[in-house]
């Protein structure tokens, strides 16, 4: 034990002096380099002399060794364990208990100094685990140590991550690389991946990875595959995650050879509950399924002419008394049936007060689907016996792949504030969602995953940010992206104030530069079809109308715009009157959301003195010239960041300022023959013409 | 200068103190950790202690540099570098010129001591390349320096990797991850990877890179991708290597808008001129084209009813002054025409002498498709006026994907050496490829590249040796795979001779045990349907004929085995009278070919003294038992190995072995009921049922 401190030492101590190695974003926030500031690293290292831990649980032993691991790297000393503290101060303390934590939910934590030591207090081992990474967050963030007092308890139990990712090791809508899970090699091998990603899920509060795509494949519920599904849940267990699996509808047939999937049938309901109690052999803390059905081709109760409360209750039964849940996905839209925007909610509010209590219903954020900006879904604050799980999506699916800077922050921040006034003023989506105004025992938030098996994990850098940002926001809604970012940023790029500044400037506003030269004014879905990659306003034939673009922003020679007031579809009437009033007068609705519910003349004159085409066109190119001021702060935090990063970084900014442009020009090259108009001044019109930018676009559909 | 010296030397000696870190298999056989013998390391100290170059092109200053970091790393000592030796001694000087080199073709080296320096020479910069690896290779396998005298010219001219890359980051039939090219960020961010992949293709004289899937997509065709690219062959170019595009062969109406991909179209004519043209323009060291015609669903010149010949012609003329080539691949075979066999032959054989001087025409090793055996393809000495492409897959589509380890020097030594008696015996695949047989300027060799994004390139380690041998065997065909195998292994995992014995040993196993548990005695093509993961010998039933299994094995009561005799399909008609004469009697046919081409009864006496049954139940169970002689080689070599390689090829194993006997039971179950006979003595008969294998089976083709 001693020549392995001694060892450490050297080892630190030669961190000082050794010329640092291109920084390949594997290690994400959890770096871990040692602290430059001498003064404020003897201060740390005053504080942080030893860990002192039961090490009476896996959990347990996992907090204690990250905070020996990210200690001895941050400060620059061995940092031993210790049972228990004895006489011992100046170091850490972990504590499962009850004493003094009765404010705390399950897995919230306390750190509080007592004799001389930081305590890490909780409930559960879990709480302790999340603390761990809470007080290294003080160190990676330079917060001082002396006398820290920090309380906190998640506001949403179920904190999921919900990959996309296909047996064959591809990701749908994945922009990083393959899926991190090796299926043909599980259970036998076990990449080292599994553990790097719990971690970093356990840094965030992330406790539940739902680890296949939704468009789910029969295979997991296989004895073969469960037991690499159960492999996998033993790597995550430790870090306080539970694995999910979505589950493929008609499993019973293929799987079970039944006729039928009818959730009424006996056979089918015996089938399922034969399956959770083998899932639960295996994985005794399963924490439920995920069901997409009756939904873009996927089979479903539908198909027995059942409702999905029908389908849902009938797999909450088979969990009988396991602890899993169901989280049935509201994303349905049936083809011919009118707005889009309203079906999820004509079919799903209905059902409000038909579920089981073990059952939650999964709605996005918004009423399409992950579009740059979306109104919140009316499904928020119109299902009050039911608890909502939030799902937002952090692979940018609609947000330029891995080549677009988009932190996503003020995005996931924005719904959650958005105010429904299901309950009057105030009742916002957050408050549905974590369960306090409906008073709910289950509540739940899922981040469609950016991960997979490229380098860094998430293609773009930032990508991080966003798989950070979403951890941090279910564990607690009231943080601001502000404060996350800047967070991210200290413990991913740098501490040092001058480059932070125009670090966390860049991340902030980088969403509403995506949206301006994208979708400005509440345009959405005119993306390229099927791949979702660059613009396609033009898009006028499809599968379905409502894969279209012209189907969404009905351009004609009046002007732009889906009327969804009473005089059109009347979607805004799924809202509470409160927002109503607020989004159906075009002269309050907010631009943001403009077109989203109104058909706008092009000379309407807007709020901001510009009729609706020439605010349109100085939304597209003041938009695409802001890549340009992204490019400048990123050039601006050169001196603070490591090489590699920084180049890695600046060529994306490159391709995303030739992707803006051919955004820009796209868009006004289309609307312009509707609009009849010139672009404004001083803006310069497109230098090539629209038939070179569609045969841009259509180098992306070429088989 | 003198500084960073002196860092490199502090490094360097802590290099020795320092604890490994765990390898992840990044860095492949160009590891560069430094010797650890001091006697030795001595020794090359003093014969490296600097590197003189001109650095006058690009490709000297990447071989000058990749000797500096080399050398630096192996010898634990600053190798810095001058512009000319002057009067320096003991150092390494390159010297691209034609004085000596007389012997050597273009690509050529010579090493050889000069002033007490030692002097690598070459026609080239690329030879100084070739050449600057190989003394690497000669430290890195601990050989003498002193005194060196080496002189080596390649074989065959092209040596390339093909990748069967998609343009949406899939590899067809890869099983290590995504592709290392990312089209989206190119060309504004050049991945690390590209040079890595360059460097490792360098050092074992691979000089192009066929940078998409066969089965191609026009993009690669248009401008905004052809500037892509550029940028990758602008990374690749240092190193020795061209690019190479497969294409598809209806641009010309996808992409040009005509009504026709007729070969004898002027405007299609015109519009291949044009293409090459523009791509000239931007690569102007371009390699040319591969094309997968009329096969598999491609479209092709027999859409117009012209022939191979005609087709390629006509791209070899669009190329015209151009120095690219045309490589037309062979693979087709037209649905119910007979035994898929002797298709290729048939469509091509009657061609030879009709293909423009720029055409290759491009074989794949045997007549099906990549088994783990077969006999060598009845085109090579049947085509005396066309030079033959080999191609020889990497990836392991039919070998056990990453699961199973699979050294594939002998497969393709096997092929190398096969006596086609073209020109009388010795008439070598080898020779006919290397162009001596038949007296071409042209030669190629190709092999299906079998790496990705995962971070050891290949998912399975021993996948590196795959592609190590492959580059070497193209260089210089007398190589032993043996000798290979050692070599890689010292470069790769170990030089201590306790532990060298048995890596060298199960390398050279590996794929003779493959096979006997797979498909012993000559069975080939039944495995998985569509997937070609696991056994399927049941497969009955397919979109065709010969995509099933039973068209292969042809089981029936009387015995087992495709007769392509004379009372057959004939297919043995195809090759020279020798080899019919060799492999037409099931008494003298190798064991190995057996039932590639008799119907053998199932009590027949074979030359093991066995009869079919039983020598085939002995095999399956004796090879699946073998993978537990794997296990023990790599468990005796394990003091020797990093610690984090041991475990993850020790768990592959694990699964290979689960594989093994998985095709073992799924065999010898199926075809039980034909032979009507028990499982043999000593074997045990399996403990599950066919009806359990076949689920199993199933599983992997489940939605």
Known sequence: MLLRNVLLLVLCA?????????????????????????GLRQQYQAAARFVASPDNTPVLRAASAELRQGLSGLLGQAVP?????????????????TAGNGQLRPEGYRIFPENNNLVISSPTDRGVLYGSFALLRQVQTRQPLAGLRLSSSPRIDRRLLNHWDNPNGTVERGYAGSSIWQWYELPERLDPRYTDSARANASIGINGVVINNVNASARYLTPEY?????????????????????????????????PTADPLDPQVQQWWATACNQIYQQIPDFGGFLVKANSEGEPGPSDYKRSHAEGANMLAKALGQHPGVVMWRAFVYQAGSGDRFKQAYEEFQPLDGKFDSKVLVQVKNGPIDFQAREPFHPLFGAMPKTPLVLEVQLTQEYLGFATHLVYLGPLIKEVLEADTHAQGSGSTVAKVVDGSLDHHALSGMAGVANIGADRNWTGHLVGQANWYAFGRLAWDHTLSPRAIAEEWTRMTLTTQPAALRPLVAMLQQSRSIYVRYTTPLGLHHIMGESIHFGPQPWLAKAGRPDWTAVYYHRADSLGLGFDRTATGSNALALYRPEVQKLWGNPATCPLDYLLWFHHVGWNQRLSTGRTLWNELCTRYYTGADSVQWLQKQWAAAR?????????????????????????????????????????????????????????????????
Chains 1, 2 share one sequence.
């Open 81 to 97: 364990a210790l049972g228990a503290p004895g006489t011992h101060t100046g170091g850490i303390v972990l504590r499962v208990g």
């Open 14 to 38: 030669l961190g000082a002096i050794l010329p640092g190695r291109a920084d390949d974003g594997y290690r994400l926030w959890l770096k871990y380099d040692r602290v430059a500031e001498a």
């Open 639 to 703: 001196p603070a960041l490591d090489p590699a990063t920084y180049a890695d970084v600046a060529a994306r900014l490159q391709t995303q300022q030739k992707e803006a442009l051919w955004w820009r020009d796209a868009c006004v090259l289309y609307f312009q023959p509707f609009a009849r108009q010139p672009i404004p001044a001083p803006f310069a019109p497109p230098a090539r013409s629209l038939a070179e930018v569609k045969e841009l676009v259509r180098i992306y559909q070429l088989k």
């Open 226 to 258: 469960l037991g690499k599904v159960a492999a996998v849940a033993g790597v995550l267990r430790p870090y306080g995650q539970r694995v999910y699996l979505s589950v493929f509808w008609a499993a019973p047939k293929v799987l079970g050879g039944l």
